[in-house]
């Protein structure tokens, strides 16, 4: 168990409407980053957020935005869902290790699947 | 652009050997790499890390090297068991950039 939580497990919802993914990060975290997995590609980065403020941009769709609540739990709205944007969707919280730098520790996912 | 990739999809290795799972990166300016390993139907999970200005780091049943001239990272497990059976991923980190994961080689443990 990582300690980031992810809700809800499965989504599975038609073409053309809106879906709100929500990510909890590990108590004491600031920063959320959030994730796509389908089967063609690897890990794809969406966008991190930190203490509530946007830090970095990925390969996010327009019709995709985050945010950050002040209670630092973050929620993904993805809109006029096509076919394509089925996939596995992760956060992450970032943590320093031992070796020296700052790594993630993952939730569990939203297999969300777009009918 | 920048990239970090896998030179194999897949590997099989017999209970009991050493298992040792390649990755290339481009970026020469990566401060840190790092290992994760993906059970199906888990997130990716933290093994190692390793900083730039280091070429060997040490585990727990794990090393990972890396080649600075070649741009090349390797993660070796040793007396590889069923339960290492997932997907290695690659990452690298440069400076506030956000992590950049290579495709994956899916490890194949055979009992």
């Known amino acids: 168990d990582s300690g980031v939580t992810q809700t809800p497990k499965h989504l599975i919802t038609a073409t053309g409407q809106r879906v709100t993914l929500r990510c909890s990060p590990r108590s004491g975290d600031l920063s959320v980053y959030w994730y796509q997995q389908s089967l063609d590609q690897g890990l794809q980065f969406l966008i991190h957020y930190y203490n509530g403020e946007e830090r970095a941009k990925g390969n996010i769709l327009e019709r995709f935005s985050a945010q950050q609540f002040p209670d630092l739990h973050s929620e993904l709205n993805l809109s006029s869902l096509e076919l394509g944007d089925s996939a596995l969707y992760f956060c992450?919280?970032?943590?320093?290790?031992?070796?020296?730098?700052?790594?993630?520790?993952f939730g569990p996912g939203t297999r969300l699947l777009v009918l | 652009g920048e990239s970090v990739g896998l030179h194999l999809p897949t590997l099989s290795v017999q209970e009991g050997d050493n298992s040792i799972i390649n990755c290339a990166y481009s970026?020469?300016?990566?401060?840190?790499f790092i290992w994760y390993k993906q059970e199906s139907g888990k997130g990716p999970q933290f093994i190692i890390d390793?900083?730039?200005?280091?070429d060997k780091r040490q585990g727990q049943r794990v090393t990972v090297l890396l080649n600075k001239t070649v741009k090349h990272l390797s993660l070796q497990i040793a007396a590889t068991q069923p339960g290492d059976s997932a997907v290695y991923f690659c990452?690298?980190?440069?400076?506030?950039?956000?992590?950049?994961f290579g495709k994956g080689t899916r490890l194949s443990v055979i009992a």
């Open positions: 990452a690298e980190i440069s400076g506030n950039t956000p992590l950049v």
């Open positions: 970026n020469s300016a990566s401060d840190y």
């Open positions: 992450a919280s970032s943590v320093r290790t031992s070796g020296g730098g700052e790594t993630q520790y």
């Open positions: 390793i900083r730039s200005n280091m």
